[in-house]
């Protein structure tokens, strides 16, 4: 795959890759870019979901819109949380008046590879979530093991090996 003018970053020493990351992480915060696991896992997904028949159109939700990263077109709301290695998912802070109120209708789990390129996506109903969640003492917040039966038990929308090319 070519990768425009910076497509042998070998060639550079590590202090020239040091800065050029610099460089560009300060030029992608001054345009108001995110590059962040979670960031990338959600375009992913979405653009994902909009690119398949008989998969829902999804919507980036507003910023700021409390553990709801995007939104169907029938107004179902979808938490969308991006893993690389991990093991568990981020969290999901429950309502602050009733610890079990009902926060998405989907929790969508993108596994990305060490590249940033979607390897696979679980989808989650609220009932199922709530059936294997865990409690996180520290954050006072929910997240999702990701075990071999708790993967399992997911609707597996997309699943493709990892890539560890070069």
């Known amino acids: 795959m070519n990768r425009g003018p910076f497509a ?8 020239e890759l040091v800065i050029l990351r610099a460089n560009i992480e300060t ?19 979405i653009s994902f979901f909009n690119s398949k028949p008989g998969l829902p159109n999804l919507l980036q939700a507003p910023v700021g819109a409390k553990n709801v990263d ?8 979808y938490s969308i949380k991006t ?3 991990a093991k ?6 429950p309502d602050e008046k009733d610890r079990d109120k009902q926060l998405f209708e989907y929790l969508v789990v993108a596994k990305l590879d060490a590249n940033y390129r979607l390897f696979a996506i679980y989808r989650y109903p609220w009932g199922d979530f709530v059936r294997i969640r865990a409690w996180d003492r520290r954050m006072n917040a929910w997240y999702l093991p990701l075990s071999k039966k708790n993967l399992e038990m997911a609707e597996l929308i997309f699943n493709k090996e990892p890539s560890y090319e070069d």
């Not at 995007?70 to 709301?77: F, H, Q, T, W």
Request: charged fraction near 40%; aromatic fraction near 4%; glycine fraction near 12%.
């Open 88 to 93: 568990k998912t981020g969290t999901v802070y």
């Open 70 to 77: 995007a939104l169907s077109r029938d107004g179902e709301r």
């Open 8 to 15: 042998d970053l070998r060639k550079l020493n590590n202090d």
């Open 83 to 85: 893993v690389m290695k």
């Open 27 to 45: 030029e992608l915060n001054r345009r108001g870019i995110l590059f962040k696991v979670g960031e990338v896992g959600e375009k992913l997904v």
